[in-house]
């Protein structure tokens, strides 16, 4: 099994900055891939960015290409998201995800969330 715990969310400024983290424990090794997602109420949880754990291949949403980083620290099995020129419409929960191998197949690790305000 892996479980994931994010951090790094807070209140910044439009324009501003912020790094999420998130660390993975537990069959660490059987990780496939890592995942940032995002959801405000009401709405569906939508995919922010992603990154595979073995070549670090990245993929991003269209809203947060050139603005957001994705990258991975193997060898402490935490991911971070670099986010830059932050908008009001960025202010979300931010999820990740874990996509891991087990003996029943492909799984998911989700974290609890961390909230990103971004507000005058």
């Known amino acids: 099994q892996v479980q994931v715990v994010e951090s790094g969310g807070g209140l910044v400024q439009p324009g501003g900055s912020l790094r999420l983290s998130c660390a993975a424990s537990g069959s660490v090794s059987s990780i496939n891939d890592m995942n940032w997602y995002r959801q405000a109420p009401g709405n569906e949880r939508e995919l922010v960015a992603a990154?595979?754990?073995?070549?670090?291949?990245?993929k991003y949403a269209d809203y947060v290409r050139g603005r957001f980083t994705i990258s991975r620290d193997n060898a402490k099995s935490t991911m971070f998201l670099q986010m830059n020129s932050l908008k009001p419409e960025d202010t979300n929960v931010y999820f990740c995800?874990?996509?891991?191998?087990?003996?029943?197949?492909?799984?998911?690790?989700w974290g609890q969330g961390t909230l990103v305000n971004v507000s005058a």
């Open positions: 995800k874990a996509g891991y191998w087990a003996e029943e197949g492909y799984l998911e690790a």
């Open positions: 990154i595979t754990m073995n070549g670090g291949r990245t």
